[in-house]
Structure formats: structure tokens, C-alpha cells
Nanobody, 121 residues
Framework: QVQLVESGGGLVQAGGSLRLACAASGRTFSSVFMGWFRQAPGKERDFVAAISWGVSSTYYADSVKGRFAISRDNAKNTVYLQMNNLKPEDTAVYYC??????????????WGQGTQVTVSS
């Protein structure tokens, strides 16, 4: 079992930055992929970024490439999402998620409660 707790959401103006954090606890993380997803009102939950816990390979949705960066701190069992040059269309509830396996793609089994990010124009 993995427990995930997100923090760092808030209100920011367009062009600004926010950093989300996801603190993980529970099972060991050597073979875990950690991901960030987001869901805007009335829309499906979309993939944003993922990172492998072992070798720190990263993956991004095209819509955030060059603006967002995912990273991890092994000592703190925490994954971060640095979001720069935010746009109003980035407004959503952001979720941290985790899965075991050999790929970032596929079903994530563990989810945090979500944190709201609102970008004003």
C-alpha cells in the first residue's frame, strides 16, 4: 500500500510559477513510477508528467513540455512538479499517483486527494 499526500496548490497569475509536492509513504519505491495528472471542470483526468523512482527518467505531456519539470527527493520520499509560465488552461485539480511496473504508462493504482491550481488571466 502507498499513501500519497499532495501540497502546494493555489492561485497564481498567468506567467507565474507554483511547485507541487507529493509525499509518499508505505511500500518501498525502488520500482515505482510516480505521476502527476490533472482534471479540469467537466473534463477527463489527463496525464501531466511522470518519473521513475529508480533512474529518474521523466515523461511529459506535450502541453507542458518546456514549462513543467518533475523531480524527486529520495531522502524525503517526495516528488515535485515545478510549474512555470502557467496559463489559464492549466487550471485544474492536480493529482499525484503511483504505480509499480516497468513503464510509466498504464493504470496507476494509488492516488492522492488532489490539490487545486487556479491560474488567473
Amino acid at each position: 500500500q502507498v499513501q500519497l499526500v499532495e501540497s502546494g496548490g493555489g492561485l497564481v497569475q498567468a506567467g507565474g510559477s507554483l511547485r507541487l509536492a507529493c509525499a509518499a509513504s508505505g511500500r518501498t519505491f525502488s520500482s515505482v513510477f510516480m505521476g502527476w495528472f490533472r482534471q479540469a471542470p467537466g473534463k477527463e483526468r489527463d496525464f501531466v508528467a511522470a518519473i521513475s523512482w529508480g533512474v529518474s527518467s521523466t515523461y511529459y505531456a506535450d502541453s507542458v513540455k518546456g514549462r513543467f519539470a518533475i523531480s524527486r527527493d529520495n531522502a524525503k520520499n517526495t516528488v515535485y512538479l515545478q510549474m512555470n509560465n502557467l496559463k489559464p488552461e492549466d487550471t485544474a485539480v492536480y493529482y499525484c499517483a503511483a504505480k509499480y511496473g516497468s513503464s510509466w504508462y498504464g493504470r496507476y493504482d494509488y492516488w492522492g486527494q488532489g490539490t487545486q491550481v487556479t491560474v488567473s488571466s
